[in-house]
């Protein structure tokens, strides 16, 4: 599984846009890239995965660079109710095994 | 669906006791996991589960046993507790197959060794 490094802490404002990067550089050719969400005192939740180029759902979207060296959460809009730590995981897509490896995650603080 | 459920959401034991934290999910996943989270850190895989009859060890095994007897059961036993396993622990549920990891987290347990 891809060791993934991330900025510990990040601070935004309301409605402006967050931008937080991974990187992986030790990704495989069958890793996906998945970013979870914790508020505390709650289990981790999934917000989005990608494989290469861009994902987009309903929450954020997820651009992975052709190299898949790296990785980027957007989060348009931003509340304060998006403050919480995010996660970013590499996990094996074709032989997945349930086991996901967290580093510590970068808490983002949302301030009005 | 009441997805994963652990129970209880808080214990605080002595040192020395034992005791098992259950965990429950009604997805019909294949895959379940425990972690602990200790304060200001990321979670650690403790033991994980491919299906029933199948367990192996995460990265913080000791101390802690498993079975699975069941799809929709996986307790985590804690066989004679220790201050440091003073922690949060969660339980994971995921689907199998190889585009969708998604993992389902139950509330945790908190969990105080005295």
């Known amino acids: 599984l891809a060791k993934t490094t991330q900025p510990i802490s990040m601070d935004s404002y309301e409605g402006q846009e967050v931008n937080i990067t991974c990187s992986h550089n030790n990704i495989a050719t069958n890793d996906y890239i998945t970013w979870y969400q914790q508020f505390p005192s709650q289990g981790p939740r999934f917000i989005i995965q990608?494989?290469?180029t861009k994902v987009t759902n309903e929450v954020a979207s997820l651009f992975i660079p052709a190299d898949r060296k790296s990785s980027t959460l957007s989060l348009p809009r931003v509340s304060l109710s998006d403050t919480a730590v995010y996660y970013c995981l590499g996990s094996h897509g074709s032989s997945n095994t349930g086991k996901l490896i967290f580093g510590q995650g970068t808490t983002l603080q949302v301030k009005p | 669906n009441a997805g994963v459920t652990q129970t209880p959401k808080f214990q605080v034991l002595k040192t020395g006791q034992s005791m098992t934290l259950q965990c429950a999910q009604d997805m019909n996943h294949e895959y379940m996991s425990w972690y602990r989270q200790d304060p200001g850190m990321g979670l650690r895989l403790i033991h994980y589960s491919v299906g029933a009859g199948i367990t192996d060890q995460g990265e913080v095994p000791n101390g802690y046993n498993v079975s699975r007897s069941t799809t929709e059961d996986f307790p985590l036993r804690l066989l004679s507790a220790a201050p440091s396993q003073t922690s949060v622990y969660f339980c994971a549920s995921s689907y199998t197959g190889g585009l969708n990891t998604e993992a389902f987290f139950g509330q945790g347990t908190r969990l105080t060794v005295v």
């Open positions: 990608g494989y290469k």
